[in-house]
């Protein structure tokens, strides 16, 4: 029995489907091998078919976009408490001046040392404009100290007779950072400098200086006291250090030339390129600020830079993420 193109193509919808018993489906095959209209009408109704629709990748994306939005919320939580945390530390631990007083250094006199002699009741001061071999046998300066919490740093001087001034500063023991020995001064191409901690104590109070310098001086800026050797001409003053000035002006520079090429590159890809640039000096303004408001001139300029770019680091990635959170929520509005 020939079945109507009618009767065909209103079972073509299901047949397509694959919804069809398999007589049904039969049937309409034979048809469609004799009938080239209602092959045609299939063949346009599998065209127009849309594809099935995807509910696992929406719903994956979706899972990802906030596994995403809460690793940045913490790693945002995190960057913020270790700012907070390591500022606090920072001010806590200030670097103090002892003011001189009678009694805080007494100079025993020259001695002669031998290697056996150096323990680690007696701070070195060594440098490389006083040059000594390690296994130092001779003369050296024996100082002694007023037991106390303190710390005591050195600076070598070159005088232009061709002498040595030997500076000393003693501090507070909250600013014996052992972490910072090594960094405190930064280099300074004019000064010869050679500066160490030493925690000072009733058991731990002597100063071997060698060999024995020219002359030494306590304290740093116009308040100090001749403590050794011949008188130097014309004294000696040792000023703050302007280098955070410096930087501080290096970084507000780069910061106002990234920012333009940002703005001028805005939507390309080299326009990310100087947004990243330029949270770096924006990051360091910021350290600085924290750290120092707007103070510029430091005696330890070494340790204070220090602290500013460790502070500087996170608040890069601080900047970073919180611009990349504002992005996404910009999109999503």
Known sequence: ???????????????????????TENLVNEHLAECSECRQKLSAMNEKAEPPIETTRPLL?????????????????????????????????????????????DVKGVETITPEDRNERAFYMLSKLL???????????????????????????????????????????????????????????ELSQSGRFLENNEENNEIVIYPVPDRVIYGNGSSQRFLWGKPLKGG?????????????MIAAALAAVSGLLWFIFHGEKAGIIMRQIFFAPIAYIAAHILLKGTATTSYFMGRE?????????????????????????????
């Open 61 to 105: 994306n979706l899972k990802k976009q906030i596994r995403l939005r809460r690793l940045r919320a913490a790693a945002i939580a995190a960057l913020c408490v270790f700012v907070l945390l390591f500022t606090a530390f920072y001010h806590t631990n200030k670097v103090e001046h002892v003011e001189w007083k009678d009694g805080l250094i």
């Open 1 to 23: 029995m020939k079945i109507p193109c009618s009767v065909i193509r209103d079972l073509l919808p299901l047949y397509a489907e694959k919804m069809v018993e398999q007589e």
């Open 236 to 248: 000696l003053e040792v000023l703050p250090r302007l280098a955070l000035a410096y930087y501080l």
């Open 131 to 189: 040059p000594a071999p390690e296994k130092y046998t001779g003369e050296a300066l024996i100082l002694k100290t007023l037991g106390g919490s303190y710390g005591i740093m050195s600076n070598v001087y070159p005088d232009g007779d061709g002498s040595y001034t030997v500076v000393i500063q003693m501090y507070t023991k909250k600013s014996l950072l052992p972490d910072l020995m090594s960094i405190q001064y930064a280099v300074n191409p």
């Open 305 to 333: 830079l220090y602290f500013i770019l460790v502070i500087a680091t996170p608040l890069y990635f601080l900047f970073t993420l919180t611009w990349q959170v504002w992005l996404q929520r910009r999109k999503e509005r």
